[in-house]
């Protein structure tokens, strides 16, 4: 598509508390998913919409993110981190990379999602609505917490009673950047709502093609490993029984003797010989050892 948009901002300052202990010393937008860490899945799918320049915001062990992505680029894209010391929210977040998009539209994605929605299509909705912003909208799969009007294409209103998902990726003109404090702790919600009760350009696309998940939560995480997987460079013992959807990260070892059904071994994780783990979580560097049952280590 012609490139109506060059950039995209991905969130990735989130301090992912309901994911925890796997978040402990992980931004949440990094963990693994079949060895690739999540917010890539967002990257991947902003580039493929004609973007090139990437901007993530950090706040929980930001030094991840340097060291996962080095360099200041990505498939030819520049790549761009900006740390908030004081959580911003997502209006603040916004408001706190303006200086990095030249005073030009951008795409916001949420960095705890996994999706391939088309973000081309939201764009073009976007430009051809006349849309100060366009939030992407699904008719299920999670809360439904968004009014909107399909023959007008505006957003009514946000909370209880609504009939469409919020699904955390919309698209923003500059002039939004005006409805921001600077330097305030804000959601974009607050603002939205104000934008409805003057009449603004909210407008919002229905995308139910594709998939869309929310990986909130440990269930969450578990259920996008659908499929067998294991890295080339991961080291399995005599006699290891893999099944499910067991998923073994780079350089993973696994003992001897070791059975494992729907684990996630990250990078680096170690299984002892004769171990017998359901559903278990092993994270980067750390040990499992015995028998357990949804279990993180």
């Given amino acids: 598509m012609d490139r109506l948009i060059h950039n995209g901002f991905v969130l990735g300052a989130g301090l992912g508390t309901r994911l925890r202990p796997l978040t402990a010393h992980l931004p949440k937008p990094l963990i693994p998913i079949h060895g690739k860490p999540l917010i890539q899945f967002a990257f991947d799918q902003l580039l493929d919409a004609g973007l090139t320049n990437l901007v993530v915001n950090t706040h929980h062990c930001a030094e991840a ?11 030819g894209a520049a790549l761009r981190f900006r740390h908030e010391e004081l959580l911003l929210e997502t209006a603040g977040g916004i408001k706190n990379v303006e200086d990095l998009l030249g005073g030009e539209p ?32 699904r008719s299920s799969g ?13 957003v009514l209103g946000f909370g209880e009673g609504g009939q469409y998902l919020f699904t955390g990726v919309y698209v923003i003109n500059p002039a939004f950047f005006l409805r921001i404090p600077p330097g305030a702790k804000i959601s974009v919600i607050p603002i939205f709502r104000e934008m ?25 995480y578990l259920a996008v490993h659908t499929h067998p997987w294991i890295h080339p460079t991961a080291r399995i013992g005599k006699g290891v ?37 359901e559903r278990c979580i092993v ?15």
């Fill in 283 to 297: 994270t980067t560097g750390k040990e499992a050892r015995g028998e357990h049952a949804d279990a993180d280590f």
């Fill in 106 to 137: 951008l795409v916001v994605y949420n960095g705890d999602i996994l999706s391939d929605l088309p973000v081309e299509a939201a764009i073009r909705r976007h430009f051809a609505a006349g849309n100060e912003v366009t939030l992407v909208l």
């Fill in 241 to 277: 029984a893999l099944s499910g959807a067991t998923s073994v990260g780079a350089n993973a070892e696994i003992g001897d003797g070791a059975a494992l059904r729907d684990c996630i071994l990250w990078r680096g994780a170690k299984i002892a010989s004769g171990s017998l783990l």
């Fill in 65 to 75: 993110y340097a060291r996962e992505f080095p360099g200041g680029a990505y498939r």
């Fill in 142 to 154: 999670g809360p439904l917490q968004v009014a909107f009007d399909p023959p007008s294409g505006k």
């Fill in 196 to 220: 409805i009760l003057r009449g603004e350009k909210l407008g919002g696309v229905v995308l139910d093609q594709g998939g869309w998940r929310d990986l909130g939560t440990r269930e969450q």
